[in-house]
């Protein structure tokens, strides 16, 4: 069993819509939660860490956390066709060290 | 404020020959982790240093693998006889103490391809 899933996409939204990009886990022990952003080519950029349950908001990106449904998702607000990039959630190991990525999901934000 | 650095950026290699990265993480961070991807997957995580101490390996840093940080700054990771199979991009992330917060921030990764 995938221990992070996503949703691969893509994921076509309109510039200055609102995108939502979801992602559940199966571990119930992880305690810190990521969103990178990776364009096509380099290496994955850490836009957003959440560690308890419920809101943070930082510029146009809102992360959400609920451990009770081992749920997390990343809203972003206006999008931009400089956000077109694959999206990844990363989760926390057991050992707390390493993250487990899920595959992203494609984000195309047309103009 | 450097990031992350790693090198070379690109290599490519005849099946069988011996490679080897190396991995600078951001100054003050006593944390290294090594990653591995390949085309559409998410990175897959190979080992963990806190300091020169190796305290993690995954199940898929087989034997041809070997990673170091000696003296707890750069690191490297050794390849033993490449197979195509190895071909992927190689990323070496960073962070500082504390396991709650450990956000990771990743060098620009050295892509592996293997003839």
């Known amino acids: 069993q995938k221990e992070v899933e996503q949703n691969s996409g893509p994921l076509s939204v309109p510039e200055g819509a609102i995108a939502s990009l979801n992602c559940t886990y199966s571990?119930?022990?992880?305690?810190?939660f990521f969103w990178y952003r990776q364009y096509s080519g380099k290496s994955p950029e850490l836009i957003m860490s959440?560690?308890?349950?419920g809101d943070k908001e930082d510029g146009r990106f809102t992360a959400q956390l609920n451990k009770a449904s081992q749920y997390v998702s990343l809203l972003i607000r206006d999008s931009q066709p400089s956000d077109s990039a694959t999206y990844l959630c990363?989760?926390?190991?057991?050992?707390?060290?390493?993250?487990?990525f899920g595959k992203g999901t494609s984000l195309l934000v047309t103009p | 404020d450097t990031g992350v650095s790693q090198n070379p950026r690109h290599k490519i290699t005849k099946r069988g020959q011996n490679v080897t990265f190396r991995c600078d993480p951001i100054?003050?961070?006593?944390?290294l982790y090594w990653y591995r991807q390949t085309l559409g997957q998410g990175p897959e995580f190979l080992t963990y240093?806190?300091?020169?101490?190796?305290?993690?390996k995954s199940r898929l840093l087989s034997d041809r693998f070997s990673a170091e940080r000696p003296k707890g700054s750069f690191s490297t990771l050794e390849i033993q006889r490449t197979e195509q199979g190895d071909s992927a991009m190689y990323l070496c992330?960073?962070?500082?103490?504390?396991?709650?917060?450990?956000?990771?921030?990743f060098g620009p990764g050295t892509r592996l391809t293997v003839l």
């Open positions: 990363a989760v926390s190991s057991n050992s707390g060290y390493a993250l487990n």
């Open positions: 992330a960073s962070s500082p103490t504390g396991i709650l917060y450990n956000e990771q921030f």
């Open positions: 240093f806190q300091n020169e101490a190796q305290l993690e």
């Open positions: 959440i560690y308890s349950n």
């Open positions: 100054s003050e961070h006593n944390r």
């Open positions: 571990d119930r022990g992880s305690q810190s």
